[in-house]
């Protein structure tokens, strides 16, 4: 079975400044995504980026970027430039590609704090 | 290019009424999920619809549970005899060939 764990149960950056979230999965399988949701305080999730495994070049969304690390099972998240609005919980998360699976497995989330 | 919706936002129920959740997708999503997420942790999968077939239902599904999609479009999750352990956000995604899942903005359960 296939298990995400984030290790940072909290962190806080202050504005402007760069922050990395941790994320690391378990898998046998070869092909699959991973993604980051952000969900921001009483607010609904929203996508903030997804990888490929099969890519090797790592995925880009303005200030959002990923480090995937394939080998390691290693899947982290780096904002660039942070802002007030970036403040929300942060979940990683891993979708198995082909079959009739089609669910997310989530991380338990990290709750970050951009400070003024 | 409307989200997805779900109603009600919020329930407040007593133990052992039913209850039933909605979940209008993205018009052209031929997939839905349910999820359920309780305070402090991520969501947790529920059910799978791929059209109106339901193919995939976890553990967490348990006999008092039941998912329906009719006509492959929108889908309804009920909770029979509703227990103080069923409190808690119940998420809907729907997702395209692309794979990727679109959130609703949730319903609330609390059952007192």
């Known amino acids: 079975a296939q298990t995400v764990t984030q290790s940072q149960p909290e962190m806080s950056v202050q504005e402007a400044e760069t922050v990395t979230l941790s994320c690391t999965y378990d898998?046998?399988?070869?092909?699959?995504?991973l993604f980051w949701y952000k969900q921001p305080p009483s607010r609904q999730m929203i996508l903030v980026i997804r990888q490929e495994a099969y890519k090797q070049q790592n995925a880009t969304e303005n200030r959002f970027s990923v480090n995937f690390q394939k080998a390691a099972k290693s899947f982290s998240l780096k904002i660039s430039d942070s802002q007030l609005g970036d403040t929300a919980m942060y979940f990683c998360a891993f979708m198995m590609i082909g079959g009739s699976q089609g669910n997310l497995i989530f991380g338990k989330g990290t709750k970050l704090s951009v400070k003024p | 290019d409307t989200g997805v919706s779900q109603n009600p936002r919020h329930k407040i129920t007593k133990r052992g009424q039913n209850v039933t959740f909605r979940c209008d997708p993205i018009s052209e999503h031929n997939r839905l999920y349910w999820y359920r997420q309780t305070l402090g942790q991520g969501p947790e999968f529920l059910t799978y619809f791929q059209n109106e077939a339901q193919l995939e239902k976890s553990r967490l599904l348990s006999d008092r549970f039941s998912a329906e999609r009719p006509k492959g479009s929108f889908s309804t999750l009920e909770i029979q005899r509703t227990e103080q352990g069923d409190s808690a956000m119940y998420l809907c995604?729907?997702?395209?060939?692309?794979?990727?899942?679109?959130f609703g903005p949730g319903t609330r359960l609390l059952v007192l």
């Open positions: 995604a729907s997702s395209s060939k692309t794979e990727t899942q679109y």
């Open positions: 898998t046998s399988e070869n092909n699959y995504y």
